[in-house]
């Protein structure tokens, strides 16, 4: 959070202009610092995560089937639900728990009009690959980069792969506005059709051009949020060092394993993940995870259960777990362990005997 005296000063301005909402000056700056600061065209800022999903599919008139992964938050594959479009779900990848794009082509309907990819873990997907299928099959790529915030490759931002990318600012996040959100776009022409539609489609006073909806993001959250984007490389700093601790102790721990840094990548240590392997730990992930509970250590099993196991979804025939077993096993074996801004070596340590402490003896 922003120091609360630094936050004051924008709140007395709100309060003294009385712009609460619709495209006020801290809405505005915010775009235009966060724009910058990503290295992205353009941005359009939201209420949330989740809208930005919906709005993008909306934006791109996309119907039919779109493909997508079963390891993700469940707000992913509900935004193709929302818009009245089948989810597909397509394994994932066991060394980067991302959509596998081997799998992608088998997955292809003539109903299939999108793909929607997640940077899981802020892990990049590889974009090429899943570029190239797109542009053989005249497909659209939206990616739920909720999780990808800053994260670049070879110098460039993620954030500019496929047509649209849509961020999430939830309070959890490495960067936050409590709730927020955003998507990027490639161009002016996307972004104003975007702002058309977070805004109920007024394109004027008395003009709807879209069915659009209300996600715009009022100015009290983006006065908050133009305050955290100047603490947010701090907090990336902050979250490397802590991912730096639980690596060279877990390096040593037979049955866990962890995401090493990629080369070429700027990585924003978004979540700190770690697979159990039963077998070679002694304890299954579960087992652990409810141990660490005990000494009040609350990791999180981040993605589980899978999307394609809700009830909406488990009765669709790409949802079979046995055409997802990589997600079905990843599933089964990820613990999200701690890892925010303020954590302090001591509290690391905490969580790290936490885990050694159940390690099995041989
Ligand atoms: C991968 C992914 N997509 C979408 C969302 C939704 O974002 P929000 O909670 O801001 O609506 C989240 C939130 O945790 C997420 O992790």
Known sequence: MPKLEDYIPYLKKIWKSKWLTNNGQFHKQLEKEMAEYLGVPFISLFTNGTLPLIAALQAERITGEVITTPYSFVATTHSIWWNGIKPVFVDIDPVTCNMDPNKIEAAITSKTTAIMPVH??????????IQSIADKYGLKIIYDAAHAFGVKVNGESILKAGDMATLSFHATKVYNTIEGGALVMKDEKTKQRIDYIKNFGFAGETTIVAPGI???MDEVRAAYGILNLKQVDDAIAWRKKVADQYRNTLRNVD???FFEDIEGVHHNYAYFPIFVNAEKFGMTRDELYFKMKEKNIF???????LISTFSTYRSLPSAA???LPVATKKSN?????PMCMGLTEKDVKRVL???ISNQKVL
């Open 255 to 257: 049955g866990i394993t």
């Open 333 to 337: 074996e990820v613990i999200c362990l």
């Open 353 to 355: 005997d936490s885990i």
């Open 321 to 323: 777990p046995g055409n």
């Open 299 to 305: 990791g999180r099993r981040y993605f589980y259960p």
């Open 120 to 129: 899981v873990y802020g892990q990049p997907c590889d974009t090429e690959a």
């Open 214 to 216: 209300n996600a715009k």
